[in-house]
């Protein structure tokens, strides 16, 4: 049998597997994760040799042994949230004595098309395990020897356990590999593609398999208030999709920007800025640069930022809706009135007022763990952890009953 074969087979043989015998594996999972640190990060380093450390994806694909004991900890805390899997989400019963039941299931199958992040191999086996579904892996070239090590990590905790080691499945580098995901129709349920926009753009107007669009995230923040979340939010992590990309400041706070941006110049930051703000920072800012059609819009995933002036709330709210990529957009604002109005005009799977859009996490809201941050509104919105790896279906009972 061919990978597609393979891995249907294996989402079937999940189907009786127990929620206690998954939480075992988990917790395998996680202790030979940290057993075999080495083995991973001796690959990793192969890895990484073939990167510029100026590369913006340099942070992504880094692996080390404190990062491999965070991912350790992440699995145990998979296998001590409740299953998924099974949940009565409505139940009716019929005048005909007929009992209808609408219960959890898993989608069978998922396919994750990915950057270099190897710690998604693990991050994504976790979750379809804990969600009853088969993965089937697409890593980027850039990150293969990482992936490599990790599912053969994988994979030999489910031969320890009796398991089909198909339950996980890593694909070969090149893009033949890529489109042969793409196309597996009636072996994979979904795919879900993590990167950036050129990534999430070619699979979804190239795959046959239905795809939940996560990743891509060009964040704003209209400022009015609170200057250290504008740095949290830009330099705690740049290398994720909820970093800052373009801080919109209102005209009337334009003194305050030499202050705001101040504590940026410790890290480096590039400002592109607008005409308005250019001319504030002009002379007191030492990595500024004049703004251009590509400031906006970008997701720059490094150590740079756009500034946009507004003269109201309601050209805020048309600056985001034009360039946002419906992630992550916040306030920061004491005035009630324009939180209310930026609350219910901003479309974005998550809005946040007075917090930094780093919080964007399955983790951080209390989801345990996520695979992907959705930036659709079909099936799943915003950071999707267990809840949106199933499906359901409806199971009928009766005794006999026939249609007239």
Avoid at 150 to 174: C, H, M, W, Y
Avoid at 297 to 319: C, Q, R
Wanted: with cysteine; glycine share 6%; proline share 3%.
């Amino acid at each position: 049998m061919n990978w597609k074969q393979n891995a249907l087979a294996a989402s079937r043989s999940l189907n009786m597997v127990d929620d206690e015998t998954i939480n075992k594996i988990l917790l395998a999972l996680a202790d030979e994760a940290i057993t075999q640190t080495d083995v991973v990060l001796k690959e990793n380093t192969k890895d990484l040799s073939a990167m510029e450390q100026s590369n913006p994806m340099y942070d992504r694909l880094l692996l080390s042994k404190e990062r491999i004991e965070s991912i350790a900890s992440d699995i145990r805390n998979v296998a001590t949230l409740p299953s998924p899997l099974g949940k009565v989400k409505m139940e009716v019963d019929r005048p005909n004595g007929m009992k209808i039941t609408k219960v959890s299931v898993p989608f069978g199958v998922i396919g994750i098309i990915y950057e270099a992040r190897p710690n998604v191999s693990f991050d994504v086996f976790s979750l379809c395990l804990k969600s009853g579904n088969a993965c089937v892996l697409k890593g980027g070239t850039d990150a293969y020897n990482s992936n490599a090590a990790i599912v053969k990590v994988i994979q030999s905790v489910l031969r320890k356990f009796g398991l089909d080691e198909n339950i996980v499945t890593l694909l070969p580098a090149g893009r033949e590999a890529t489109a042969d995901l793409m196309n597996a129709v009636g072996y994979v349920d979904m795919i879900i593609p993590r990167g950036g926009k050129g990534l999430i753009d070619f699979v979804r107007e190239n795959s046959k398999i239905p795809v939940i669009e996560t990743g891509a995230g060009i964040c704003h923040t209209y400022f009015d208030f609170f200057k250290s979340i504008v740095f949290n939010a830009k330099t705690r992590r740049v290398s994720v999709c909820n970093a800052l990309d373009c801080l919109v400041i209102h005209e009337s706070r334009l003194s305050d920007l030499p202050e705001l941006c101040a504590k940026l110049a410790e890290k480096e930051v590039i400002i592109y800025a607008d005409k308005k703000s250019f001319s504030i920072l002009k002379e007191k800012y030492p990595l500024l640069k004049e703004a251009d059609n590509e400031s906006f819009g970008t997701e720059f995933l490094d150590y740079k930022m756009s500034v946009k002036t507004v003269a109201s709330i309601s050209e805020a709210i048309a600056h985001i809706s034009e360039y946002s990529s419906k992630h992550s957009e916040c306030i920061i604002s004491e005035d009630e009135k324009n939180i209310g109005i930026f609350d219910k005009m901003v479309d974005a799977a998550c809005v946040y007022t007075n917090v930094s859009t780093a919080f964007t996490d399955g983790a951080q809201f209390g989801l345990g763990a996520e695979i992907g941050i959705s930036t659709q509104k079909l099936h799943a919105r915003g950071p999707m952890a267990l809840e949106e790896l199933c499906s359901y279906k409806w199971i009928i009972k009766g005794n006999g009953q026939t249609r007239i």
